[in-house]
C-alpha cells in the first residue's frame, strides 16, 4: 500500500533545529513534486516549502532563509531543515506528493518551539 510518513518533529526551543523526515512507501517518489504542509487547530493548512521532481526548491516567505528542503531519491525520501526555529513555526507538519492526478498525504509530525 503506497503512504507517506513523517518523522523528526519534536519539542525545540526558539533558535533552534529539527529536521523533519518524509519517507515514500509502495511508490517511487523520483518524479513527484514534494511539498511540506503545516496546520494549527482551526487555521488552513499552509504549504511552507516544496521541491519539484527535478530537484528545485520553493518556499514560503515565511521561512525563505532558514528552511532547507531536499531530497535524496536514493532513499526515496525528502527532508525539510529547519533552523533558527520561531515559536510561530508551530504546528502539525505534513508532507505531499503529487504528480499529475497521483497525490499523497502523510498523517503528520508535530514540531513546538517554545521555551
Known amino acids: 500500500q503506497s503512504h507517506l510518513a513523517e518523522s523528526g518533529g519534536g519539542l525545540v526551543q526558539p533558535g533552534g533545529s529539527l529536521r523533519l523526515s518524509c519517507a515514500a512507501s509502495?511508490?517511487?517518489?523520483?518524479?513527484?513534486?514534494v511539498g511540506w504542509f503545516r496546520q494549527l487547530p482551526g487555521k488552513e493548512r499552509e504549504g511552507v516549502s516544496c521541491?519539484?521532481?527535478?530537484?528545485?526548491?520553493v518556499y514560503a516567505d515565511s521561512v525563505k532563509g532558514r528552511f532547507t528542503i531536499s531530497r535524496d531519491n536514493a532513499k526515496n525520501m525528502v527532508y525539510l531543515q529547519m533552523n533558527s526555529l520561531k515559536p510561530e513555526d508551530t504546528a502539525l507538519y505534513y508532507c505531499?506528493?503529487?504528480?499529475?492526478?497521483?497525490?499523497?498525504w502523510g498523517q503528520g509530525t508535530q514540531v513546538t518551539v517554545s521555551s
Open positions: 505531499n506528493a503529487r504528480i499529475r492526478v497521483q497525490e499523497y
Open positions: 509502495g511508490f517511487i517518489l523520483d518524479h513527484f513534486a
Open positions: 521541491i519539484t521532481g527535478g530537484g528545485i526548491p
